[in-house]
């Protein structure tokens, strides 16, 4: 489990959706304690909406293989507009969360640049995103998305938990991200949005987090 100061009574959970551009949430967000943010989502431009603090990012193994594997990063690339294949070593003095499939001992020379630039990189346990995907009764071989793994941490760490910019891809292609466009393409091989959703929309209703349209 992450480890935070015991101070932090309150957290953010900030999604990529483009829907935290319909409101001006950036102030908010905030103000709260803790901050965690996702892949390459932004706030630079966009502060109004998302705030300018991170606290916590948490990615997966794509921001990582494009540095060794140049080849690995061609469909992100054609998929995701502002896929930055340079993106880990671009961070400055962020708390970064691996998700999966990042090898220390291939990765250690990147793991390095980046704690040079003032970053600490930490593993996600294996048996968090079990306890997640048991939470949300997912499937064999479906994974919970890093959005989940965050509000999953969230609620269990902080004692108030906001939730903005989750509308479980929803939103018509082309403000699927804040930040960029999207190409079509199947996500239902690696997440199961409905599911997700079911369970961020129960712990609103149970008062566990809140969630901010």
Known sequence: MVETDETFKTCAVVGNSGIVLKEKHGE????????????????????????????????NCHMFHSLIFPESCKANEETFSEFDPQYALKLKNERILIKNNVDPMVFGSVFELMKQNGCTVEMLDARVIQEVSEELNLKTGIEPSNGMIGTFLAKNLF??????????????????HYYEDMTPYDQSVVHNFTEEREWLENLDQTKEVRIYK
């Open 159 to 176: 004692d108030k938990v906001s939730c903005f910019g989750f509308s479980f891809y929803s939103d018509p292609w082309e403000s699927k």
């Open 28 to 59: 908010f967000i905030d103000s709260h304690d803790f901050v965690i943010r996702f892949n390459l989502a932004p706030t630079e431009g966009y502060e109004s909406h998302v705030g300018t603090k991170t606290s916590l990012r948490i990615v």
